[in-house]
């Protein structure tokens, strides 16, 4: 298996729940990503993880809870989230991050999240 | 903050004829990304750009790094129904190790009509 593979790939959840959503990249990249994908407005930049530490958290609210702990898996903790909540998010891996060089994002499928 | 403008929003095509679509910037960037997004997939990386001035093929997709070094252009030639979905470009800054360090555009939405 290659690429990147996030699970679930659907998820609906109530506003007092927790869940979680995971990410595994395949292609021996040293950095993670989490985005938010809206429908009509441009991806969002969530969290960055760079050989496993947090080097971007994007002024998200603390109801979302990242998790690295190697550098091929990557979680995405939610605890008491909103309607407005609702979106596709995408989990995203790439060479490097804190380096002068291009280094390509390179997605996974996403998961499509419903807060009810 | 930067944004990136990516024109048209959506169009709407017969099968078999060329497109064309641009994203522009008031920033610089030193790379520029394209990708596509298929309906219920995440975007797949395209074609990546990362001089002035290149031009870059992959099969029928031409995408070029315009010389200010804040626009970017992508063309399909003799475009096919599996063509159809959202196409995001990505101005990536490699100086820069914060947030902002890739922007991507809103999105061009193909409708390919056979």
């Known amino acids: 298996e290659t690429g990147v593979t996030q699970t679930p790939r659907h998820l609906v959840m109530g506003m007092t729940n927790k869940k979680s959503l995971k990410c595994e990249q395949h292609l021996g990249h040293n950095a993670m990503y989490w985005y938010k994908q809206s429908a009509k407005k441009p991806l969002e930049l969530m969290f960055v993880?760079?050989?496993?530490?947090?080097?971007e958290n994007n002024s998200v609210p603390s109801r979302f809870s990242p998790e690295c702990p190697n550098s091929s898996h990557l979680f995405l903790h939610l605890h008491t989230l909103q309607p407005e909540d609702s979106a596709l998010y995408l989990c995203?891996?790439?060479?490097?991050?804190?380096?002068?060089?291009?280094?390509?994002?390179?997605f996974g499928n996403g998961t499509r999240l419903t807060v009810t | 903050g930067q944004q990136l403008n990516q024109s048209p929003q959506s169009m709407f095509i017969q099968e078999g004829e060329d497109v064309s679509m641009n994203c522009t910037s008031s920033s610089i960037f030193n790379t520029w990304l394209w990708y596509k997004q298929d309906p219920g997939e995440g975007p797949v990386l395209l074609i990546a750009?990362?001089?002035?001035?290149e031009l870059t093929s992959n099969g029928r997709l031409t995408a070029q790094f315009g010389i200010t070094r804040k626009d970017s252009f992508l063309n399909i030639s003799a475009s096919i129904p599996s063509d159809v979905g959202i196409y995001f470009c990505a101005g990536q800054d490699i100086m820069k190790t914060s947030y902002d360090k890739v922007i991507f555009g809103p999105g061009t939405s193909l409708s390919v009509i056979p």
């Open positions: 993880y760079s050989l496993e530490e947090r080097v």
């Open positions: 995203a891996s790439s060479q490097d991050f804190r380096v002068s060089e291009p280094s390509a994002l390179h």
């Open positions: 750009l990362y001089k002035a001035g």
